[in-house]
């Protein structure tokens, strides 16, 4: 385990961190202000001073997952489709302690929302603002024209592979046997569909 005051100064930053971490180990079940507070070292009122209610970390945690791992791969400028796609496998499947913490809170945030209509709803949110964030970065690729229907069907094929491949490399930890399918399958649809 990280300790969460190494990951940054900030105590916001801090208890955001000791939550994922919570989640990453114990699900949505497992988080209280209680737990945050012994974990991060403070005062349960100062969880509250930062996070006025708990039901606000999910979809932090989400918006972190974000701004650590997904922005920085569509700030990037990349020559083709595939160097794209291979680089956010390549994230999705990486061996950073701090990304594997927030993507098994994802995982324990994206199961626990089969439960919680309200959870389900910041999911949904989340899914659709990565869909179209990766359906643009597409779009803008692809030098022959695919119908717009066409690119969305294939940028939630694409969502739908990483989160499987995705899951098996958290419950698995088999990095190379990730990277390897993700590629073999990023190689089949360029193939399949000519994106070049």
């Not at 989640?23 to 005062?43: D, F, H, P, W, Y």
């Not at 945690?61 to 680089?87: C, D, F, M, S, T």
């Amino acid at each position: 385990m990280i300790n969460s005051k190494e990951i940054n100064t900030s105590t916001a930053d801090r208890i955001l961190y000791a939550a994922m971490e919570i989640i990453s180990e114990s699900g949505l079940k497992g988080l209280s202000a209680s737990k945050l507070a012994n974990t991060v070292k403070i005062s349960k009122s100062t969880v509250f001073h930062y996070y006025k209610k708990m039901d606000d970390i999910p979809s932090l945690i989400l918006e972190r997952l974000y701004n650590q791992i997904i922005n920085p791969i569509q700030e990037n400028h990349y020559e083709n489709v595939g160097l794209y796609l291979k680089a956010l496998g390549n994230s999705s499947f990486s061996a950073n302690e701090q990304h594997i913490t927030i993507y098994k809170a994802f995982a324990s945030l994206y199961q626990a929302s089969m439960h919680d209509d309200t959870l389900q709803q910041i999911v949904q949110n989340c899914y659709q603002k990565f869909s179209l964030m990766v359906f643009t970065k597409l779009h803008s690729l692809c030098s022959n024209h695919i119908e717009d229907n066409t690119l969305k069907t294939l940028t939630d094929l694409i969502l739908m592979s990483l989160d499987g491949i995705g899951m098996n490399y958290l419950i698995h930890h088999n990095q190379t046997q990730a990277k390897s399918a993700w590629e073999l399958f990023v190689d089949l649809i360029i193939e399949q569909y000519n994106l070049v």
